[in-house]
């Protein structure tokens, strides 16, 4: 059992002594100044997982079918961004699985993590700035017409398009667009080379011409080419049923469902009385729960890190404030003893990413070093910041309260608010301090890269640093050896400039129930291969 699950029971309502609080944070991997701290500051043991608790009008499962015969029902700790069904437009874990589902890309990965062919059957660059692809024939719509060269001219030009504010385009390069040979055969063209378009391609999906140019239709429904087509969503429940003229063939399954079950013990509950088949984002407290029936548990997902982002409006503008930030927290417990992953964090690019190596310093937990860097900024006195917390991230409610406690040691005051998941996704940007997930939507850094790009820099994290927006740049134009240096450049200013507060790398534990057949993940995000998969 999960050292944190022992604590559970002590903190969640029926009180603990002081000592048997000690000795259960001792257990946990805790150091008994850190726990001495969580008690004097009252974060414990009334509080130290209060956080785990979440607003229950936003966490309902919702709706039926959960766990029905042949319905595979996906329970995530967060919904989709929005009702508007624009698949350019929006880019959470539960808006890539429904993309995935119900529209196709024209490049994939399969489950090796190789680039295969999706609804382009060929494709080599004609020069630098150049990409022929030739397009499948059997590919059709959910609603029965072909998939064209003009409905794929339509979604990449869009993405390419330098005034566009849709999310995607940020994986796209400016003036990107699409020269249409026949109506299967296209070239794709970019103003300078650009190195990630390949992996860029897995992530567009292709909409019809006709839906581009009336963009409304996204607020009633998706309509892709993929093996699922979008029936409603209610109840926090988006429903799916099977494409059965799928040109890839018939789905295994009825449908699919994603549910939004925001509590991770509720979630838990879930996949225990099979109200859902598949748990995703799972952690070493769920591993735990299910070890012993059966289920199975797959690490295959995008690489990604846990981080803490800070606010460059507020005093943590200053990089000697942030990498005493990094200093004053034991990465190394947290990795350990909670995430089950070891060492933490050693780059601003987590380890299954492409072009990952090891960086310096290592920022190890120093408190000394914490005080002097923060005397350094000006803060010898100490300073008070604002921190959001929520139930997003595993672990996270506890998670923040010893980051809480870390930081007060050396002279951070810490004014920690819990929000529920939706209200912290929405907010979490005017607090200077919030824990959060990021990472690759593929295994090259290109999509992690881009989240520093000027317009999403300032938006999420109040920073504008011209010198980002270059090396950027640079990763984007370069091919070969020349933009894996160009990575590592950029990777090696974030890490040392603590840009964020890299904590440690992330597992995507995605745990499966028994009954589920042939299920397979990739090293991107969604449920591509989902389709393959079915039910006892």
Known sequence: MDEVKKVLPSVRGRGVSRRAFLNEGAAWGLSASTVGRLLAVGAAPAGLLAGCGTDS?????????????????IGNAEPPTSAYWDPHAQFGMADTQLWSLTYDMLLSYDKSGRVVGGLARRWHRTSPQRMRLELREDARFQDGAPVLAKDVKASLDRLGDPESRLVLSAYATPGMRVEVIDEHTIEIVTPRPFGPLESALTLFAIAPARDIAQPDVF??????????????????VVELVANERYWRGKPASRGVELRYIADPEARLNALLTGAIDIYTRGSSLTLDATKKDGYHVTTTGPASQLIYIPQHNTELSDPRVRQAIAHAIDRRAIAKSLIRIDPPARSSLPAGTDGFRPLAPSFEYDPDKARRLLADAGHANGLKITMASSNLVTHQPAIDQLVKSWLEEVGIEVELRTLETGTFRSSYNQYALSFNALGTMNPDPDSLLTFFRPVVAQAALNLDDPKIGRLLQRTRETTGAARRAAIDAYASYLWQNQIMIYVTDDIWFTVVNPKLRNYHRTPQQGEPLLWRASKA
């Open 219 to 236: 607020r009633e429904r998706p309509l892709g080419s993929g093996p699922f087509r979008f029936v409603r969503y209610k109840n926090n």
């Open 57 to 73: 009008e936003s966490a309902s499962g919702g709706g039926g079918g959960g766990g029905a015969a042949g319905i595979i029902a």
